[in-house]
Structure formats: C-alpha cells, structure tokens
C-alpha cells in the first residue's frame, strides 16, 4: 500500500456524549494525522462542541448516512413502542457498514459490532447483537417489547460473528472483564484497550487539605444502585466516620430521580450536584479523599478511573471492569454490608489508606488518552498488515 490509508470512523450518534463517545472523538484524534479520516454518522454532529466536552481537537470531513436509513428508523421505532434507541441505531450502521467500507482502506468502528470484512478495527463495549451473556441494561424493565425490539435489530444488523476472526480483523474491547464476557459470546479474545480518560485534567489536593466525604459520579438512575450508595454512607457514619456524599451525574425526570431528591433532601450528609459543569466535577473530583461507585457488571467504569486519576480511593462493586481499574480486594465489595465493611477497615487504618493511595497513584497513566492514542494506531496498522497478507 502507498500514500497514506484511507479510514473510515463509523459511530452512530455521538449526542449522547458518554464513554464509547470518548473513545470516538479521541479515535479521530489518534488517527487523523496519520491517515485520511472520515467520520460516519447517522445524526447530526457539532464537532467543535464534541471537542470542547471531550478534550479533544477532531478535526475531519463527517458525512452523514441519512435518506431511506432514516426514514426506515422512524418506521421501526414506531413499530417497537420504545425509547431505547441505542441498539437500533447500531443495528442500521452495522448493515450500511460494508457499503461504506467499499470506499476505505479500513473501517474503524467505535461502538460495537459490524456487519464488515477485513480489515477492520472493531471496538466492542458489550456484545451488541447477543446479549445472551451480558443482558441489556433495561431487558427485565421492557419485558416482551424488549425481546422483539432485540430480535428486528439483531436481524437488521446483518452480523455474522465469524466475521471477528478472520484476518484483518482487529477486536477491541474496554476491559479484562469485558474481554471474557466476549470470548464467552462470540468465541474471540479481543486486545484489551482502556477508553481514554483525561487524567491529566485531575490535579489533586494534598491528602490533608481534601474533604473527609465521598463522590459518586454518574448517571442517577436505578442500574447505578443509587439508593445502595446512600445506604452505604450512612451505614459508614454508623461506624463513627463523619462523612458526606456528592452524587454527581444527571438527574432524571421520573419518579426515580424525584424519589430520590426528596430521600436526599431529608438526609443533611447527601448532596444532589445533578450534571454538572466538567470544572465542578474535576473540582469535587480533586479535592475529597474517597469515591464510590454502585454500578455492578459495569463494562469499564470511565467514572471510576477519574476517581483514581484525581486522587481519591475509590470503593466499587466486586465485579464487573472496574475491578482492574482500583486492583485490589479492599477496594471492593459485593453487597452495602460488605461495603460498609471495607470502608470502616480502610478508614479506621491510616497506614492500610497510604498504602492502598500509592497503589492507586500509578494506575491513572494506564488509561491515559496517549496510551489509548498508540494501542489504537497499533491496531489499525495491524489490520491493514493481515488483510494485505490475506490477499497476497
């Protein structure tokens, strides 16, 4: 191959503005210089404001598939009664992505799987099309809807999972454990690729100048164990520990979200942030000693690796991706006594909390956006390699 590649980014809506999002703007970022890039999208795109939230500086053409696709989305989301977009969105990009392969020397996919050959990158944050083994956030919630929503996009979606070993095929995925939970799926072992966090937005305050109290970071809705968290804390305030509790992440409008700022609202150690500016939460971030994280099977835990990044330690649930990012048993827990549990240990024993924050200071380069930035340029070049091999 001569000059430089031709890539096609294909994402489906970046509006969201959520961890695979990352990793896309920061795909465009790693990538641009070094080949030609074109993003594909369905939605509309504001790449300034996208750079602005993420940190990035994408600048490439986007084009956006649009005409008879969207026109048979509307019809489908009709047909299915449902908000859940997500898995129809990536199920039209996985059909359209073979065509829009035909004009690239590669195609870079940044939000699960794709119905496209060799040579591909193909970041997967969970199996998309088989959730066999890693349910869908919201399937005991949607019932009998669900499972027919799931069924037209899995058939929409044209995946074929033999597709992912073939050469010149890369997989990616976010975590260890996510790593597994794919193997179990689809029966390949894709690179471990942490998402790109920006660490070095976290510059944190001295240990004895932080707050005594907790941060929680991240949407606050029921999968994220909200009301489990509060519960945590006030078991840790039984224990003797005068601790308070940020929960930063936006609030929804249902009674969930209502429910849980009226609890909050009686509880003088609780407070809502809600979403709020990146400043506040790096601010909130850097200056408090501990983090918690409630969400269980998490894919990855971006959330988390900010805590780690801005110097907190951070306490999360005993599975899931997240158990990489903190590394060590005492930092996790598998239900609220347990965590109330470990948390007393870790506070009551200033020489366990210094040894576990110099484990935690050499994570935070681990998921750097330059680590991210080399293993994906890695990748790309790989799958270009094997798929000229292939053909020769």
Not at 239 to 256: A, E, Q
Request: proline share 6%; glycine share 10%; hydrophobic share 45%.
């Amino acid at each position: 191959m001569t000059g430089r590649a031709s890539v096609a980014v294909v994402h489906p809506d970046l509006s969201a503005r959520g961890g695979a999002e990352a990793v896309c703007l920061h795909a465009l970022e790693a990538l641009q210089d070094r080949y030609d890039v074109t993003l594909y999208t369905l939605a509309p795109v504001d790449l300034a404001a996208l750079n602005d939230y993420h940190g990035t500086d994408a600048a490439v053409p986007v084009a956006r598939v649009g005409g008879a696709v969207r026109r048979l989305r509307d019809a489908l989301v009709a047909l299915a009664d449902t908000d859940y977009l997500g898995l129809l969105d990536m199920a039209l990009l996985s059909r359209l992505a073979p065509r829009i392969a035909a004009d690239h020397d590669v195609v870079v996919g940044t939000k699960n799987e794709l119905a496209v050959g060799p040579p591909s990158v193909q970041y997967l944050h969970f199996p998309a099309f088989d959730r066999s083994v890693v349910p869908r956030r919201d399937a005991e919630a949607a019932g009998t809807v669900s499972a027919a929503y799931d069924r037209v996009c899995d058939l929409l979606a044209g995946f074929d999972p033999a597709v992912l070993q073939r050469p010149g095929t890369v997989p990616l995925t976010n975590s260890e454990w996510m790593r597994d939970r794919i193997g179990e799926t689809y029966g390949v072992e894709p690179a471990v690729v942490y998402p790109p966090v920006a660490v070095d937005a976290f510059d944190g305050a001295a240990w004895a100048e932080r707050d005594h109290g907790f941060v929680s970071v991240g949407r606050l809705t029921p999968d994220k164990n909200v009301h489990r968290t509060v519960d945590i804390v006030a078991g840790v305030r039984d224990r003797g520990h005068d601790v308070h509790l940020h929960l930063v992440g936006p609030v929804p409008d249902t009674d969930y979200g209502d429910g849980l700022r009226e609890r909050a609202a009686g509880l003088s150690f609780v407070s809502v942030e809600g979403a709020v500016p990146r400043e506040r939460l790096v601010e909130l971030v850097c200056t408090h000693r501990w983090g918690i994280h409630g969400k269980d099977r998490e894919h990855f835990g971006m959330a988390v690796a900010e805590l780690v990044a801005g110097g907190t330690v951070p306490f999360v649930p005993d599975d899931g991706g997240q158990r990489a990012i903190v590394g060590d048993d005492r930092l996790r827990y598998r239900d609220a006594e347990d965590a109330v549990a470990a948390i007393d240990g870790v506070l009551s024993d200033p020489a366990t909390c210094e040894a576990l924050r110099d484990h935690l200071a050499g994570r935070a380069a681990e998921f750097g956006p330059e680590r991210f930035a080399e293993r994906l340029r890695a990748a790309v070049d790989r799958a270009l390699t094997a798929a000229d091999g292939a053909d020769g």
